[in-house]
Nanobody, 123 residues
Framework: QVQLVESGGGLVRPGGSLRLSCAAS????????LAWFRQPPGKERQFVAG???????YYGDFMKGRFTISRDNAKKMLYLQMNSLETEDTGVYYC?????????????????WGQGTQITVSS
């Protein structure tokens, strides 16, 4: 069983930056494919970025090069660096993990989820 705990959310002004972290425990971290999803207010959860166990990264179409996903296998950590934040980036951000499918953008493929961290982008 894998447990995931996000941190780093908060209130930020448009154009600002934030770095989210996700600490993992249980399971074999190096076997996991990891991702960030987000859920804007009143909307469905959507894919943000993913990184495979081989460090292959991929992003949601709306990222426009503003976000960077990374992982530290030694620390069992997942990160999301977010720059040039926009009001539309507001939402709850979730860390997710699975050990089966490769580059998945689908919530149903992810077996493990964190509790989420709120990001509010507002002036």
């Amino acid at each position: 069983q894998v447990q995931l705990v996000e941190s780093g959310g908060g209130l930020v002004r448009p154009g600002g930056s934030l770095r989210l972290s996700c600490a993992a425990s249980g399971g074999t971290f190096t076997d996991l494919n990891l991702a960030w999803f987000r859920q804007p207010p009143g909307k469905e959860r959507q894919f943000v970025a993913g990184i495979t166990w081989r460090d292959s990264t991929y992003y949601g179409d709306f990222m426009k090069g503003r976000f960077t996903i990374s992982r530290d296998n030694a620390k069992k950590m997942l990160y999301l660096q977010m720059n040039s934040l926009e009001t539309e980036d507001t939402g709850v951000y979730y860390c997710a993990a699975h050990a089966t499918t490769g580059r998945s953008r689908t919530t149903a493929d992810y077996a493990y989820w964190g509790q989420g961290t709120q990001i509010t982008v507002s002036s």
